[in-house]
């Protein structure tokens, strides 16, 4: 598996993952995953295998001192393989890179599975959000510092 930079030609297949990863009302429109990976301050990572998309995570800028992540989506078939840790690694790193303190992303309340993961590399939730999602759904804010020694 290796990562990539993102294409014009690799959206379709990102709305597919996304919409696959997440039900409505969560899982974004394509023209929303445009907006976002063409963003100003954006970074989009493709994980790929054997010439497949398998993954992908949107990150972007938010304010001087933090780095959000948008979204991570990895196919089902490739969950607990590596990806989601890859990905994030390679994130994490960019956000060390451009000098932010914290990074952090928002995850359905009820999605405990991924809580656990961002639990694993050091994210806390910070805030609940009621009615985050269009489908009304709450959000943990989950954050990690990026400050040396946090």
């Known amino acids: 598996m290796h990562l990539r930079a993102f294409r014009r030609s690799d959206l379709d297949t990102l709305y597919e993952i996304d919409q696959a990863c997440f039900p409505p009302g969560v899982s974004y429109g394509k023209g929303e995953l445009a907006g976002f990976i063409a963003g100003r301050g954006s970074r989009t990572w493709i994980a790929e295998e054997g010439g497949q998309i398998v993954g992908f995570l949107i990150a972007d800028r938010a304010g001087l001192r ?12 490739y969950r607990r393989r590596g990806v989601g840790r890859i990905l994030m690694d390679a994130a994490e790193e960019w956000a060390r890179e451009q000098k932010v303190e914290v990074i952090y ?4 309340e009820d999605n405990l599975v991924a809580q656990r993961f961002y639990q694993t590399r050091g994210y806390t939730k910070v805030e609940k959000v009621e009615g985050y999602y269009a ?7 989950m954050a990690k510092s990026l400050k040396a020694g946090g």
């Open 66 to 77: 933090a780095a959000h992540i948008v979204t991570i989506d990895v196919r089902a078939e």
């Open 105 to 108: 992303l928002e995850t359905a």
């Open 135 to 141: 489908n009304s759904r709450a959000a943990w804010v």
